[in-house]
């Protein structure tokens, strides 16, 4: 079964960087684009990131955009997500999510548990 | 950008009454593909969100035939037949036809 288990999320001062990894496991994964999307305490679901099967495309949220850089390494099976920075606003539980489609995206059928990011200082 | 708008935002419901819930979106999401990328998915208190519906109307795998999707364009529904206390939770329409893909507010659904 489709299993993604983000890490990489903590506590970080405004203005700090962190990395997310995404290890995707029970499906081809270099068959399929990935998504970021991030949920702030107690709001909806933001979409932030997607990037294609072979990295030959990317598209950010305009609030991310310049700040955050995703990628993917299909050898290891893994996803990230390098954000710079950073704001208090970008503190969210950030979920790393895979798209159905196999060739352009098609939206997104199954969601990580999700990482805690908090921007405090 | 797209904006998608649910109705309502707080929907208290009896067991075994049915719901629907609303999602309208600025633009039609219908894609030069002639498919119409428009999923809703399921949120339970301290869960990670789950998908039910693609593609409009398309239940996935395990999700029972009380949920239904419908509609079209730009304004969309997502109906339960008869709720059950399971259904507790939030539930998020999300457009992916035009980038940046964008979601509703959430519709807190709850048991009356």
């Known amino acids: 079964q489709v299993q993604l288990v983000e890490s990489g999320g903590g506590v970080v001062q405004p203005g700090g960087s962190l990395r997310l990894s995404c290890a995707a496991s029970?499906?081809?994964?270099?068959?399929?684009?990935m998504h970021w999307v991030r949920q702030a305490p107690g709001k909806g679901l933001e979409w932030v990131s997607f990037i294609r099967q072979d990295e030959s495309d990317k598209y950010y949220a305009d609030s991310v955009k310049g700040r955050f850089t995703i990628s993917r390494d299909n050898s290891k099976n893994t996803l990230y997500l390098q954000m710079n920075s950073l704001r208090v606003e970008d503190m969210a539980v950030y979920y790393c999510?895979?798209?159905?489609?196999?060739?352009?995206?098609?939206?997104?059928?199954?969601w990580g548990q999700g990482t805690l990011v908090t921007v405090s200082s | 950008d797209v904006v998608m708008t649910q109705s309502p935002l707080s929907l208290p419901v009896t067991l075994g009454q049915p719901a629907s819930i609303s999602c309208r979106s600025s633009q039609s999401l219908v894609y030069s593909d002639g498919n119409t990328y428009l999923e809703w998915f399921h949120q339970r208190p301290g869960q990670s969100p789950r998908r039910l519906i693609y593609k409009v109307s398309n239940r996935d795998s395990g999700v029972p035939d009380r949920f239904s999707g419908s509609g079209s364009g730009t304004d969309f529904t997502l109906k339960i037949s008869r709720v059950e206390a399971e259904d507790v939770g939030v539930y998020h329409c999300m457009q992916a036809t035009r980038w940046p893909y964008t979601f509703g507010q959430g519709t807190q659904l709850e048991i009356k």
């Open positions: 029970g499906f081809t994964f270099s068959s399929y684009g």
């Open positions: 999510a895979k798209d159905p489609g196999t060739g352009m995206s098609e939206g997104i059928d199954y």
